[in-house]
C-alpha cells in the first residue's frame, strides 16, 4: 500500500504540468496545472470559461488530480515507483490508457523497477503514434524520462536498496545505449554515401529508394540516441534529489 506517495506524486506531476496553456494544436483547449477547461467543467465550475481555467488555484486542481486520477485508478494500492508512473500516465494521456498498460504488464509479475522502466517505454511508443508528437514530441520524451528516472528512485528508496549507486548504474547504461545508436545513424548514413558513390547514375530509382530507406533508419538510430541521452540526463539529475 502506498498511500504515503501520494502527495510526492502529485508535486512532481504539477512541476510537469506548470501553469495555463491554450495551444490550438492541443485537443484539450485551455489547461491549468493540467487540468482541461473540460475537466474543469466536470469536477469544478459546470460553466467555467477560459478566463476561469486560467484563474484556476492549484489547490483545486490537486483535489481533482486526487479523485479523478490517483482514486479512480487504485494508486493507493501500487507498488511505489509504478503508483507515480500510473498516475502521471493517467493525467497525461487518460486513465484508460493506464488500463490497457495494467493488463498488459501486470501478468508478467515485474519488480516495481522493471515496470517503471517498461511501461515508460510503452508510454513514449504511443506519444510517437500521435500526429501532435512533431509539436510536444521534445517535452514528452523529456518528461517520461524523468517519469522513469523518478519512478526508480522511488522504487528503490521503499526496497530499502542503495539509491544513488542504482541510479548511477542506470545513467550509464542509458549513455552508451545513446552512444551506439548515435553511431548507428553515422555508420548508416556513410555507408549509404559508399554505396550510391559507386552505383551508376542511371540507377537513380534504386538510388532515390536506397536514400529513403537509409533516411528513415538513420533517423530511427537518432530518435533512440535522443531518447536513450534523455535518460542518462534524467537518471543523472535523479541523484541530486
Not at 476561469?52 to 511505489?80: L, S
Not at 488500463?99 to 508510454?123: G, Q, S
Request: proline share 4%.
Amino acid at each position: 500500500m502506498t498511500a504515503s506517495n501520494r502527495e510526492a506524486a502529485i508535486s512532481k506531476t504539477l512541476q510537469y504540468e506548470g501553469g495555463y496553456t491554450n495551444d490550438p494544436r492541443d485537443p484539450g483547449g485551455a489547461t491549468n496545472w493540467g487540468i482541461t477547461i473540460a475537466d474543469a467543467r466536470h469536477y469544478w465550475k459546470p460553466d467555467a470559461t477560459s478566463a476561469d481555467v486560467k484563474a484556476m488555484p492549484k489547490e483545486v486542481a490537486i483535489d481533482i488530480y486526487r479523485q479523478k486520477y490517483w482514486a479512480k485508478i487504485d494508486c493507493d494500492n501500487r507498488p511505489t515507483g509504478p503508483d507515480f508512473v500510473d498516475f502521471d500516465y493517467s493525467v497525461n494521456s487518460g486513465t484508460g490508457h493506464v488500463t490497457k498498460l495494467r493488463a498488459k504488464l501486470d501478468p508478467l509479475c515485474l519488480t516495481p523497477v522493471d515496470y517503471v522502466k517498461r511501461a515508460c517505454a510503452e508510454r513514449l511508443a504511443f506519444l510517437r503514434s500521435l500526429k501532435t508528437f512533431a509539436y510536444f514530441g521534445k517535452g514528452w520524451s523529456k518528461r517520461v524520462a524523468d517519469v522513469e528516472a523518478t519512478g526508480v528512485r522511488m522504487a528503490t528508496a521503499h526496497a530499502g536498496q542503495p539509491v544513488d549507486q542504482h541510479l548511477q548504474k542506470e545513467a550509464d547504461a542509458a549513455a552508451k545505449k545513446a552512444a551506439a545508436h548515435a553511431g548507428g545513424a553515422i555508420g548508416t548514413v556513410v555507408a549509404t554515401g559508399t554505396v550510391v558513390a559507386a552505383a551508376p547514375s542511371h540507377h537513380w530509382l534504386g538510388l532515390a529508394l536506397l536514400g529513403l530507406g537509409a533516411f528513415l533508419i538513420a533517423a530511427e538510430f537518432l530518435h533512440r540516441a535522443l531518447h536513450h541521452n534523455n535518460r542518462a540526463t534524467a537518471y543523472t539529475e535523479a541523484l541530486n534529489v
